[in-house]
């Protein structure tokens, strides 16, 4: 049985007296940084001078350091910008930080990859919240939390689990829960959640949905409705309470449908298919070959997001949402480099 952290089992006490700094400001770096601050940690945010969240930061009353210089003073380092510009941002980190400091990620893909190896010196853990970094934060603020995993890769000091915990603590975390979990275990069922499920599962089913019934006659805004809008009439009653919270609310018709059909959408070959994806995780062949794209200036990367997001249904979408008052009201700018994990958020 896992063991679950709570508010009863940590305190603030791994951090007291300790410099804690924030690198990079996106969703969960400052959701990072605002929930450390209101905890009464000790805490700067640093970032690349002239960068698109330096002015953020300014405005939500903090006065950043640039990351190239200011890291001296620092016993804990949350590596919070996108993983990609992690390997680079560590090269120039590394140099300034004192001995025995901790270094604390919220994913562990550069850990797990060797994109990163850390100095024999320090401790590394890891604290990653369940969720993107606009609920982390009003979590907080609401007096609840958004669960965590918490990992500890090198322990120089001994104290590498107490310092997480704390950390995990003063984000809210400990109000949801706080999970053990190992680097290689965040990462690659994070990375295949993403794959297999998350974006890629769901936006090829609903896309291959969609085509199904246009291409059979039926009006693409009703196969839009079917196949995309109502899905997250689903989703909500899934994330509130399991499948059986779903089964409760939709009819005794679509759960039958659901019951029979179901497994043969998801078959077999799905499922071999989805054996495949995990081993590619497990063996670094996905790391691999995601550092190589990004280091070929992401040809392939550019071309496949261009035809997801070119795909008929999104103009049949763009068209029908266009009328959604309730969308509108709710709809506030998106950061197009925010990390997402949860599903990704980092992301």
Known sequence: MEKLYWQND????ALRGKKVVVVGYGSQGRAHAMNLRDSGVDVAVALRPGGPTWAQAEQDGWKPIDYRTGMAGADLVAMLTPDMAQPS???EIEPQLKKGATLLFAHGFNVQYKQIEPRADFDVVMIAPKGPGALVRRQYEEGSGVPCLLAVHQDTSGKGFDT???YAHALGGTRAGV???????ETETD???????LCGGVTELIAAGWETLVEAGYQPSVAYFECLHELKLIVDLIYEGGFARMHEFVSETAKYG?????????????????????????????????VQENASGR???KRLLDKDLNH???????????????????????????????VGERK
């Not at 940590?10 to 006490?13: C, I, L, P, V």
């Not at 999970?179 to 275990?185: D, G, N, R, V």
């Not at 990375?191 to 499920?197: H, M, N, S, W």
């Open 10 to 13: 940590a305190s603030d006490e």
């Open 89 to 91: 941002v560590y090269r």
């Open 164 to 166: 997480a915990l704390a």
């Open 179 to 185: 999970i053990q979990t190992t680097f290689s275990e």
């Open 191 to 197: 990375l295949f959640g993403e794959q297999a499920v």
């Open 258 to 290: 659901d019951l029979t059909r179901g497994p043969r959408v998801v078959d077999d070959h799905v499922r071999e298919k989805m054996k495949t994806i995990l081993q590619e995780i497990r063996t670094g062949a996905f790391g691999a070959e995601w």
């Open 299 to 301: 040809p392939n990367y």
């Open 312 to 342: 008929p249904i999104e103009k049949v979408g763009k068209e029908l949402r266009a009328n959604m008052a309730w969308l509108k009201a709710q709809r506030k700018p998106a950061n197009p480099n925010r990390q997402f994990a949860a």
